[in-house]
């Protein structure tokens, strides 16, 4: 495992480059049923403290708390070998709710201290101003390390920041081979300023394994609804997951381990893909040691700008269609 310290203080921040999202836990979107969330997701977190991962990825809307519970229960002892993240869902985010929200998140976690405390996406009304009050205090009595934000544009994630009064360590967003947007500011910005950007989604949702298809789409309800999963999409992403498997066979990994060998490749980001089992955990934690040279970085990176999915409004008639059809998704 490969590690990134962001800060003042290396030996207190030590975040794997490859950490573990733990949305999968307990929550009904991903359909993983009842003994992944009370045995599977536990396997999963255990073999990934054996293997070095110290980043943990939580929020309190994860199954409505369940998430929380189970990683807190699984990490157990570990805990203070681990960087624990979870995030504020921002409804009515005035300071004295932030911090009774956080003191519930380390409750369900079962630890005194949360590392990480992000603010999970921008509250369109409320600003940061009165979040951060929050946090600043939360910070202040110690029951918060760092604070972060999640699905910030740079202004906005620069305005919390100077809210606050000091830093906001990382912004967590989409970054992956088919959406590469925080490349125009926000990785630059990190990069720069000792700031980290934690990728979420790293393997688009698993369409960048190379294991879905038009004949074999994933079944459940959010991957459903993921317009990258429609037939025609899953037919156009065919160019970018052949240039994934032909990086693969040289390094003799997999297409999904490239995907995310890919990600971080880039020096302030962290990936937190999930896992639906062991397999998928140890086989993400092992890309964390892949080095993809330049040339092959470069042309992944072609492969994706030569991506062309169907998006936007045009999408609704082919959700209709493939939600309808015979074999479709449930
Ligand atoms: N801040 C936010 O707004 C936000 C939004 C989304 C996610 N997140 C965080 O980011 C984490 C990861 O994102 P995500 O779950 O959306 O997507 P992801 O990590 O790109 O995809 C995870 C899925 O990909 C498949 N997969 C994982 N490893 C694999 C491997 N080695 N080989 C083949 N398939 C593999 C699994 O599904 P199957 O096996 O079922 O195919 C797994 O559930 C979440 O758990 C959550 O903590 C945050």
Same mark, same amino acid.
């Given at each position: 495992m490969r590690y990134l310290s962001a800060g003042t203080d290396p030996k207190t921040i030590r975040i794997s480059r490859i950490g573990l999202g733990a949305w999968q836990f307990g929550s009904r979107e991903w359909g993983y049923g009842q003994s992944y969330a009370e045995q599977e997701a536990? =396997?999963?977190?255990?073999?990934?403290?054996?293997?070095?991962?110290?980043?943990? #990825?939580?929020a309190e809307i994860y199954g409505f708390g369940r998430s929380e519970r189970i990683l807190g229960e699984a990490i157990g002892e570990d805990r203070e070998s681990v960087f624990l993240a979870t995030k504020l869902f921002p409804l009515l985010p005035v300071a004295p709710v932030v911090e009774q929200r956080a003191v519930a998140s380390a409750n369900r976690l079962g630890v005194r201290r949360l590392d990480l405390y992000q603010v999970h996406q921008p509250n369109p009304v409320v600003r940061d101003g009165t979040i951060m009050r929050g946090m600043?205090?939360?910070?202040?009595?110690?029951?918060?390390?760092?604070?972060?934000?999640?699905?910030?544009?740079?202004?906005?994630?620069?305005?919390?920041?100077?809210?606050?009064?000091?830093?906001?360590?990382?912004?967590?967003?989409?970054?992956?081979?088919? #959406?590469?947007?925080?490349?125009?500011?926000?990785l630059p910005f990190a990069e720069s300023t000792d700031h980290i950007v934690i990728a979420y989604s790293p393997l688009a949702q698993?369409?960048?394994?190379?294991?879905?298809?038009?004949?074999?789409?994933?079944?459940?309800?959010?991957? =459903?609804?993921?317009?990258?999963f429609l037939p025609e999409n899953l037919d156009r992403a065919g160019e970018l997951i052949a240039a994934l498997r032909e990086v693969? #066979?040289?390094?003799?990994?997999?297409?999904?381990?490239?995907?995310?060998?890919?990600?971080?490749?880039?020096?302030?980001?962290?990936?937190?893909?999930?896992?639906?089992?062991?397999?998928?955990?140890?086989?993400?934690?092992?890309? =964390? $040691?892949? $080095?993809?040279?330049?040339?092959?970085?470069?042309?992944?990176?072609?492969?994706?700008?030569?991506? #062309?999915?169907?998006?936007?409004p045009a999408v609704v008639p082919h959700l209709l269609r493939a939600r309808f059809s015979k074999g479709g998704p449930s």
């Amino acid at each position: 495992m490969r590690y990134l310290s962001a800060g003042t203080d290396p030996k207190t921040i030590r975040i794997s480059r490859i950490g573990l999202g733990a949305w999968q836990f307990g929550s009904r979107e991903w359909g993983y049923g009842q003994s992944y969330a009370e045995q599977e997701a536990r =396997a999963i977190v255990r073999r990934a403290v054996e293997l070095g991962v110290t980043l943990f #990825d939580t929020a309190e809307i994860y199954g409505f708390g369940r998430s929380e519970r189970i990683l807190g229960e699984a990490i157990g002892e570990d805990r203070e070998s681990v960087f624990l993240a979870t995030k504020l869902f921002p409804l009515l985010p005035v300071a004295p709710v932030v911090e009774q929200r956080a003191v519930a998140s380390a409750n369900r976690l079962g630890v005194r201290r949360l590392d990480l405390y992000q603010v999970h996406q921008p509250n369109p009304v409320v600003r940061d101003g009165t979040i951060m009050r929050g946090m600043r205090a939360l910070q202040r009595v110690g029951l918060v390390s760092e604070i972060g934000v999640s699905n910030y544009s740079l202004d906005r994630w620069r305005a919390a920041e100077q809210a606050l009064g000091s830093r906001v360590l990382s912004n967590q967003v989409r970054y992956n081979l088919v #959406d590469r947007s925080p490349e125009y500011d926000l990785l630059p910005f990190a990069e720069s300023t000792d700031h980290i950007v934690i990728a979420y989604s790293p393997l688009a949702q698993g369409l960048l394994s190379g294991k879905y298809d038009r004949d074999n789409r994933p079944t459940n309800r959010l991957r =459903a609804a993921n317009p990258m999963f429609l037939p025609e999409n899953l037919d156009r992403a065919g160019e970018l997951i052949a240039a994934l498997r032909e990086v693969a #066979d040289a390094h003799s990994a997999t297409p999904a381990q490239i995907a995310l060998a890919w990600v971080i490749h880039r020096p302030a980001v962290v990936a937190i893909p999930g896992a639906s089992s062991v397999g998928q955990l140890e086989s993400n934690v092992a890309a =964390a $040691d892949i $080095d993809l040279t330049e040339d092959e970085y470069q042309a992944l990176h072609a492969a994706a700008a030569r991506f #062309d999915p169907v998006t936007g409004p045009a999408v609704v008639p082919h959700l209709l269609r493939a939600r309808f059809s015979k074999g479709g998704p449930s």
